[in-house]
């Protein structure tokens, strides 16, 4: 694989994650959402290169490590939110999405965490706080490199 200078393998590509979501999590900005969303839905493709097509033909037992993650990253809703997130923010477009997501300023219940400021901006993606979406994908990532 060739990556970009340093960032030229899975593991890599995952502790830019780790340090691009950490600092989302503290301070949530449209920037930190670039920063996390990317290698959120790529990172996938890093680690099981061959896709779908590398194990659509084997039993569950018979996939390795890369192609159980690559499946089960597929059928989770919020991977799908993040994979629509990732792809209208590179083609810029997705007025479906657009229409799905919200701003909302100063912590509310139910969006807040344990830690955020009362002035923290909470992004939201039909009405879900989006670190709801990005933690269950981000725990599957941990799991894999643990």
Request: charged share 25%.
């Amino acid at each position: 694989m060739a990556g970009i200078y340093s960032l030229n393998t899975p593991q890599r590509l995952f502790e830019k994650l780790v340090r691009s979501f950490e600092a989302f999590c503290r301070s949530p900005s449209e920037d930190g959402i670039f920063e996390v969303i990317f290698p959120l839905y790529h990172l996938r493709e890093w680690i099981c290169p061959g896709g779908y097509s590398s194990y659509k033909n084997k039993l569950e037992a018979d996939r390795s490590k890369e192609e159980r993650l690559h499946a089960q990253l597929h059928v989770m809703p919020e991977y799908e939110v993040i994979r629509e997130l990732c792809n209208s923010a590179k083609h810029f477009s997705s007025p479906t999405l657009s229409a799905r997501t919200d701003v909302v300023q100063n912590l509310r219940a139910g969006h807040g965490r344990v830690g955020d400021s009362l002035g923290i901006t909470h992004f939201t993606v039909d009405g879900k706080e989006i670190r709801d979406f990005f933690w269950p994908v981000y725990l599957v990532y941990l799991a894999y490199f643990e």
